[in-house]
């Protein structure tokens, strides 16, 4: 076994040690230590051997502006960017069994050619070249033996729960409700089958777009635990912030499209804006990846939604302030205040387009949740449950606006919006 192959630990109480010799932590912050490069580089080895659940704490923490403290923000982005792209990686034998057994034959059967090592992985699978005996080059992501077993150990691990999602909204008096919740979207990712359909949706929401590209899912060598799709090249997130501004405006652009179409057209959105997930090309055009972790907008809540961006795009405060009070189910007081507050900066790109997304602003959003969560602990009887469904929403804002502001680049979101709301045929939107 190489230092890249490494076994899965799946026990909880093995995986809760490793947590610990980590000093990962609930709430805002996490990893604070003397030696911010130690600790950094200690935590991304560990995290990333963990995988699930765990290694997406390291992934946020790599590109989520104010998660990590200001001072040792730098030591762990540097050590945790590794996470985004390549966690330690699976056995290839162990690999190849999930296939076969997923498949029902032997790889040389069903591929013309595959490539024993990955070129990419992440916390719940990896990827592997390989090409169909139809002559189509092909990449297979395949789960990590074990990994349902360290999901399952990780959502039994408050402190998992809490570093992953602390930061994302005040967990509300129904704490059943939220764990539910949290529980319900990462168990979705380990189905293939269901994230092969909503890729699919994703591409049908997006027909038509030539900027936007999504590889076509190869149903006949797709399962549970292996998903199959045509290949895609690009270049990585790294190469598209360090281009000429024109490109980096129309990188944001085309993201901007493909998170807000989804949501107020398709009515769903994609809850892990993860820089790894995205190829880009010199003509401006970008590839998605990774349709694991998606929720659906229920309808009043699309509603409201929609009213929300139209009245930001438009300036319009006081119509902006009901639909919010509408869709948070806020009733006066402190906690409502502050709970517009967080979303009407969260809207600031359309409020004031053409808009210069900034760390800053994402780092904010994440001390506000925290006011938020001292109305919680103070008892003060303005608080409300976050509704269901929006627990994601911050973690889209919030990993969405970080991938934005390192492209530093002022672009005219609220055009972009009206473009594609214009385009979709529905008034409602406009």
């Not at 809760?16 to 990893?31: D, K, P």
Request: charged share 25%; proline share 4%.
């Amino acid at each position: 076994m190489s230092a890249d192959e490494k076994k899965l630990p799946g026990g909880r109480l093995l995986r809760l040690t490793s947590l610990a010799r980590v000093g990962l932590r609930s709430g805002a912050s996490m990893l604070i230590d003397r030696d911010a490069g130690g600790a950094a580089k200690q935590a991304a080895e560990i995290l990333g051997n963990m995988r699930g659940l765990a290694a997406k704490v390291g992934q946020m923490a790599s590109y989520v502006d104010g998660i990590v403290p200001e001072t040792h923000r730098d030591a762990y982005e540097a050590a945790l960017r590794g996470l985004r792209a390549a966690a330690p990686r699976s056995e290839p034998a162990a690999i190849a069994s999930v296939v076969e057994t997923e498949l029902g034959a032997p790889i040389d059967r069903l591929f013309a050619e595959w490539e024993r090592d990955p070129f990419a992985s992440a916390s719940i699978g990896q990827v592997h070249k390989a090409r169909l005996l139809d002559g189509r080059e092909v990449a297979v992501k395949v789960q990590h033996p074990g990994i349902e077993r360290a999901v399952e150990s990780d959502l039994k691990n408050a402190s998992v729960i809490e570093g992953l999602v602390g930061t994302l909204g005040p967990r509300a008096l129904d704490s059943a409700r939220f764990f539910d919740e949290i529980a319900t979207r990462f168990r979705e990712e380990l189905d293939y089958t269901l994230e092969a359909r909503r890729q699919n949706e994703f591409s049908a929401i997006h027909a038509g777009d030539p900027t936007i590209q999504i590889p076509k899912v190869v149903p006949e060598r797709s399962r549970r635990r292996v998903l199959t799709t045509e290949m895609a090249r690009g270049e990585s997130f790294e190469w598209a912030v360090t281009q000429d501004e024109a490109l980096r405006r129309q990188f944001c652009e085309v993201l901007w499209r493909f998170v807000f179409r989804g949501n107020l057209v398709g009515g769903v959105f994609n809850a892990d804006p993860h820089p790894g997930n995205y190829l880009f090309r010199p003509d401006g055009t970008v590839t998605f990846f990774d349709f694991g972790c998606i929720q659906p907008i229920e309808q009043p809540t699309l509603d409201h939604a929609r009213r929300m961006h139209a009245t930001a795009r438009k300036r319009d405060e006081a119509g902006f302030r009901a639909h919010c009070i509408e869709i948070l189910g806020t009733h006066g007081g402190r906690y409502e205040e502050l709970a517009v507050a967080h979303s009407r900066l969260s809207f600031e790109p359309l409020f004031a387009s053409p808009h210069r997304m900034t760390r800053e602003l994402v780092a904010q959003m994440v001390r506000d949740v925290v006011g938020m969560k001292e109305t919680l602990f103070s008892k003060d009887r303005s608080f409300v449950a976050l509704p269901a469904g929006l627990l994601f929403m911050n973690r889209l804002h919030f990993g969405f606006y970080s991938v934005l502001a390192r492209f530093d680049v002022e672009v005219d979101y609220a055009r972009v919006e009206t473009d594609f709301c214009r385009a979709s045929g529905m008034a409602g939107l406009l």
